[in-house]
């Protein structure tokens, strides 16, 4: 199947900088990319939706002057969490439809980035 | 508006034993439907899915499952369960603009 890369996979971080986490589409091009986030022993929560050349899609009571979503290119898109907090620490996990390959939906999903704000 | 259920948050089973992970959606389309499992600390794995062609659906690693349209189920299984096979377990649908609702998961615990 497709493969997606996130980077970092671990990013420790102190209280109010920002960090960034990159998601990649290594061996397709993805117009669209999701980001979800994922607490301890939760399930994934979509946070946005992010479209190549235009500005991504927020889901309800996700703050999007402080998760930037940049989708400068076919096979790559960033999340930026600014002003980090202690809550913001949480699993992140990026995916990407390969709708040349799987015109039926299915998602390739990126290994994750753990943040953890001090 | 499309939704999951996972009726079990955990699932303990002695090793050899049938898996039964259980699963109930909602949604308003021809949903597509799938099951991911994530060991701890690791990225999602798809480990099969139904797209409207047969309702039963065989994945990797010995699991499958059966699309129950008048039940609206999507229930997992296996036959005998292997220490390996313990993680979190997903149910997932999607509709047609690609947008994917998760279950709140299910924890599987296999015993020796």
């Known amino acids: 199947g497709a493969v997606v890369s996130q980077h970092p996979s671990w990013v420790i971080c102190k209280s109010g900088t920002s960090v960034k986490i990159e998601c990649r589409s290594l061996?397709?091009?993805?117009?669209?990319m999701f980001w979800y986030r994922q607490f301890p022993k939760q399930s994934l929560m979509l946070m946005a939706t992010s479209n190549e050349g235009s500005k991504a899609t927020y889901e309800q009571g996700v703050e999007k002057d402080k998760f930037l979503i940049n989708h400068a290119s076919l096979t790559l898109s960033t999340l930026t969490v600014t002003s980090a907090h202690p809550e913001d620490s949480s699993f992140y996990i990026c995916?990407?439809?390969?709708?040349?390959?799987?015109?039926?939906?299915?998602?390739?999903f990126g290994p994750g980035t753990r943040l953890t704000v001090l | 508006a499309q939704s999951v259920t996972q009726l079990d948050s955990h699932v303990s089973v002695s090793e050899g034993t049938p898996v039964l992970l259980r699963c109930n959606y909602s949604?308003?389309?021809?949903?597509?439907l799938f099951w991911y499992v994530q060991h701890p600390n690791k990225g999602l794995q798809l480990l099969l899915k139904y797209t409207s062609a047969a309702t039963l659906v065989k994945g990797i690693n010995g699991f499958e499952a059966e699309f129950k349209k008048s039940e609206t189920s999507f229930h997992l299984t296996k036959p005998s369960a292997h220490m390996s096979d313990a993680a979190e377990y997903f149910c997932?649908?999607?509709?047609?603009?690609?947008?994917?609702?998760f279950g709140g998961g299910t924890r599987l615990m296999v015993k020796p």
């Open positions: 995916s990407a439809p390969d709708r040349d390959r799987t015109p039926y939906n299915e998602q390739f």
């Open positions: 949604s308003s389309y021809s949903p597509s």
């Open positions: 061996d397709f091009q993805a117009t669209t």
């Open positions: 997932v649908v999607s509709n047609a603009g690609n947008m994917l609702t």
